[in-house]
């Protein structure tokens, strides 16, 4: 799977990954709440997400139901950044997490278990 969603059309995804299938409408509102987008607004990135194959739209009611979950967008995301900023190296991409952010002990046990687990 292979999606690159803007910042805009995330904020759609997020909506539907933590309340599931809802009516454009209903949508409408909790960004309206949330970020104080107008009602065209919306639908525009709502549309877009269609057009991506990330939501698909049955009716009656306009109801807008995930194709695509978060993890997979993790993922996908993730391969990308690595492959556009570190030439595909992971081991270049911890590098560089690990020298800007810091670990703690605890991350650091946790992080080796997670390696050791994906051997």
């Known amino acids: 799977m292979d999606i690159k969603l ?12 933590e309340q599931g299938i809802l009516p454009a409408r209903d949508i409408v509102d909790v960004l309206m709440e949330r970020v104080g987008w107008n009602k065209n607004t919306t639908y525009t990135v709502i549309k877009k997400c ?9 009716e009656p009611g306009f109801l807008c139901k995930p194709l695509v979950t978060r993890d997979e967008v993790q993922q996908s995301e993730t391969e990308q950044l690595i492959d556009k900023m570190f030439g595909g ?4 991409f911890f590098s560089a997490f690990l020298k800007n952010q810091g670990i703690s002990e605890d991350e650091a046990k946790r992080l080796a278990k997670m390696i050791e687990e994906a051997k």
Do not use: T
């Open 6 to 17: 803007f910042d805009s059309e995330l904020k759609i995804m997020e909506v539907l990954w």
């Open 50 to 58: 269609i057009e991506k194959g990330a939501i698909e739209r049955e």
């Open 89 to 92: 190296s992971s081991e270049l």
